[in-house]
């Protein structure tokens, strides 16, 4: 079926850096929408950004002006570049693929900031 493969998540240091990716396969074509969530322990899972298969992007208020997302259409794959990353920012990242009317999540990856 659709199949939404994750890396590139791990553990850094307040103010260090990760590049997301996650990679679409199966049924599925130059998705409509590609975008990321998170969910921090004790707490809802969260809207992060989204990017169109037109180039329309969104961003939380949160990570905006530090968090960058990107996409290869033809590979169907979305990346999100995280700088200046705050201990705020530990969660489990999701990816989120909307196409032909259904929305798909990846098994999520945690990224982790701390000292």
């Known amino acids: 079926q659709v199949q939404l493969v994750e890396s590139g998540g791990g553990l850094v240091q307040p103010g260090g850096s990760l590049l997301l990716s996650c990679a679409a396969s199966?049924?599925?074509?130059?998705?409509?929408?590609m975008g990321w969530y998170r969910q921090a322990p004790g707490k809802q899972r969260e809207f992060v950004a989204r990017?169109?298969?037109?180039?329309?992007?969104n961003y939380a208020v949160p990570v905006k002006g530090r968090f960058t997302i990107s996409r290869d259409n033809a590979k169907n794959t979305v990346y999100l570049q995280m700088n200046s990353l705050d201990p705020e920012d530990t969660a489990v990242y999701y990816c989120n693929v909307g196409f032909g009317g259904n929305v798909y999540w990846g098994q999520g990856t945690q990224v982790t900031v701390s000292s």
């Open positions: 990017r169109s298969s037109g180039g329309i992007t």
């Open positions: 199966g049924s599925i074509f130059r998705p409509n929408t």
